[in-house]
């Protein structure tokens, strides 16, 4: 009987005949292929590690986006070559894309649009501009009790988790936020790029040169992704280093990033925390790891998506 691993998260689950086996480790489920009671296990068991209630939130968040980029239309990408195996650290990676990731981007409408032309002008009144999905994270953090009903602590809140500065593993001196390593991107003692997981940033970089796009990086067993989607995983250099994987939402505006990501951090005090969610075509994994009582990084990890190379 042919048999294929599936990754999971955390979870036991067991053929319904009793005759097939299962055997379950800390990511992988080996299951057989031709069972059709394993097939309907992994579907059920797939739907409850999703959280709905975040998921339905999630959704409208996205659909409140009034500032998201159109793909096809705002912007236009070229995915080009699947990108190889390279080590964490190394500064050297073949390079599968002889052109930039994008091949246009409605500057016209980045420059017009305040919370896209505040964000790229990197000014700390950013948070001073309240966008919709901000409000509407911050009506549900109330809710929950995660945060202060007054809209003016909510900003202030969200202030310190993202901007307040603090020592990245050991380094000398306050030289770190959260809004640095996941919007911006910073190196690590100048071996290894940390963060930059935001499109408007490597779009920017790209253009100035200083980002080298590789290639794409493709789900295990899957296919190319879609030229419009928009969530990817890449790979590309920046200050002579090369980021083996980088996962980042493409065309999505700052605000969602920051309430989507606020919203997951405020949900736990745990150093780190995964969020398995369906937002419109897309089931991703959303990560957020916590410095002490702010943001470390945040990204999303695309799972599967409603392309023809789903399952």
């Given at each position: ?14 053929c ?8 379950m480790?800390?990511?992988n ?14 579907s ?10 975040l998921?339905?939130?999630?959704n409208?968040?996205?659909d ?6 159109v793909?096809g239309k705002d ?15 190394s ?8 052109e930039?990731l ?21 000014l ?17 953090l109330v809710?929950?009790?995660?945060s202060?009903?007054?809209l ?9 988790i ?5 020592s990245?593993?050991g380094r000398?001196?306050?030289?770190s ?19 930059l997981?935001?499109?408007v ?5 790209e253009?100035l040169k200083?980002?080298d796009?590789k290639?794409y990086v ?5 296919s190319?992704?879609?030229e419009?989607?928009?969530?990817l ?9 090369v980021?083996p ?6 065309g999505?505006?700052p605000?969602?990033?920051f309430?989507?990501y606020?919203i997951?951090f405020?949900?736990s005090?745990?150093r780190?925390?995964?969020q ?17 009582r702010y943001?470390?990084t945040a990204y999303?990890?695309?799972?599967s ?7």
């Amino acid at each position: 009987m042919a048999q294929s691993y599936i990754t999971l998260l955390d979870s036991s689950v067991y053929c319904i005949t009793g005759k097939c086996p299962i055997m379950m480790t800390k990511l992988n489920l080996l299951v057989s292929k031709d069972c059709q009671a394993c097939e309907e296990s992994i579907s059920s068991l797939n739907r409850e590690l999703i959280n709905h209630e975040l998921s339905k939130l999630f959704n409208v968040l996205w659909d409140a986006d009034v500032n998201r980029f159109v793909p096809g239309k705002d912007y236009t990408v070229s995915l080009q070559g699947k990108a190889g195996f390279v080590q964490q650290g190394s500064n050297v990676a073949r390079d599968s894309a002889s052109e930039p990731l994008f091949r246009n981007v409605n500057e016209q409408r980045l420059k017009n649009t305040e919370t896209y032309s505040t964000f790229i002008s990197l000014l700390d009144n950013y948070e001073t501009s309240t966008g919709m999905a901000e409000l509407i994270a911050h009506q549900y953090l109330v809710e929950k009790k995660w945060s202060n009903p007054d809209l003016k602590n909510f900003k202030s809140q969200l202030y310190d988790i993202w901007f307040h500065l603090y020592s990245r593993e050991g380094r000398k001196g306050l030289d770190s936020c959260g809004f640095e390593h996941v919007f911006v991107g910073e190196t690590k003692k100048g071996h290894e790029i940390l963060g930059l997981h935001n499109w408007v940033q490597f779009y920017l970089q790209e253009k100035l040169k200083h980002i080298d796009y590789k290639g794409y990086v493709a789900r295990k067993n899957k296919s190319r992704p879609d030229e419009d989607d928009q969530v990817l995983s890449l790979q590309f250099s920046w200050k002579g280093l090369v980021k083996p994987v980088g996962s980042t939402f493409i065309g999505v505006s700052p605000e969602f990033e920051f309430a989507l990501y606020t919203i997951i951090f405020l949900q736990s005090n745990e150093r780190v925390t995964r969020q398995r969610v369906r937002i419109e075509e897309y089931e991703l994994e959303i990560v957020v790891y916590r410095h002490g009582r702010y943001i470390g990084t945040a990204y999303p990890v695309l799972l599967s998506s409603n392309n023809e190379d789903l399952y």
